[in-house]
């Protein structure tokens, strides 16, 4: 389960660089199945257009 995690959180972090806001909503769609408190803060900082903010709250990107 660790590795889908790690993954939509790449995911999620490659949409938020791109300023993709319907795929950041979808993602956070899914984290909110997990996490429901996660998945609202997710949306609030979407939402208000935080992009940085979200970034910089994301654990470091794993490096293959």
Do not use: C, K, W
């Not at 660790?2 to 769609?29: C, K, Q, S, W, Y």
């Not at 910089?56 to 794993?62: A, G, S």
């Amino acid at each position: 389960e660790e590795p889908r995690v790690l993954r939509n959180l790449d995911h999620f972090r490659e949409a938020t660089i791109a300023g993709d806001f319907d795929r950041m909503l979808m993602l956070i769609e899914g984290i909110s199945l997990h996490d429901q408190r996660a998945g609202t803060a997710l949306r609030s900082l979407a939402e208000g257009f935080a992009y940085q903010q979200l970034l910089d709250m994301l654990p470091p990107q794993e490096r293959a």
